[in-house]
């Protein structure tokens, strides 16, 4: 099923982790409706970078967010997050480019090797962070660093 031009709903549920652990990603209509949200927003990013985005991760259900150690409040939960790359733009590039963009995004986070987006159910905070990884364990700063 096809939720805009250049993204599927089996493209946001997909999971190498939910495949191999048996653990059942099939989202409700409620998060089928905020996929479709979330597929409108990639379809800006892919305009904006000019070629193809790869999803890595977008939603995750419950057991799914706990396999993977996903916060519990994770707007991935909830079919509103993306986990995203591009062949055009090392990851650091892309959240700038999106960041100085006229997106409207509630959170953009550089992980280092991809990029979290997120829409909210509420008013965008427009919140732009980037995630630190030490020991095993990930804390936030301000801005893209
Ligand atoms: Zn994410």
């Not at 927003?41 to 999803?55: D, F, S």
């Not at 890595?56 to 916060?71: D, E, F, W």
């Not at 994770?74 to 100085?100: C, E, F, M, W, Y």
């Amino acid at each position: 099923m096809k939720l805009t031009e250049h993204f599927s709903l089996a493209e946001l549920v997909a999971s190498q982790v939910a495949t191999r652990k048996g653990i059942d990603n099939a989202p409700g209509p409620a998060v089928i409706a905020n996929l479709t949200r979330l597929a409108a927003l990639l379809e800006q990013v892919r305009a904006l970078v000019g070629g193809p985005i790869t999803v890595s991760s977008g939603y995750r259900s419950p057991a799914l967010n706990r396999a993977v150690g996903g916060a519990a409040s994770s707007a991935h939960v909830l079919g509103l997050a993306a986990d995203i790359s591009t062949n055009k733009l090392a990851p650091k590039a892309l959240a700038l480019l999106i960041r100085q963009s006229g997106i409207i995004y509630d959170q953009l986070i550089y992980e280092g090797t991809w990029v979290h987006i997120a829409l909210s159910a509420g008013a965008p905070r427009r919140q732009v962070l980037t995630a630190k990884f030490v020991g095993g364990s990930v804390s936030y700063v301000s801005g893209i660093v």
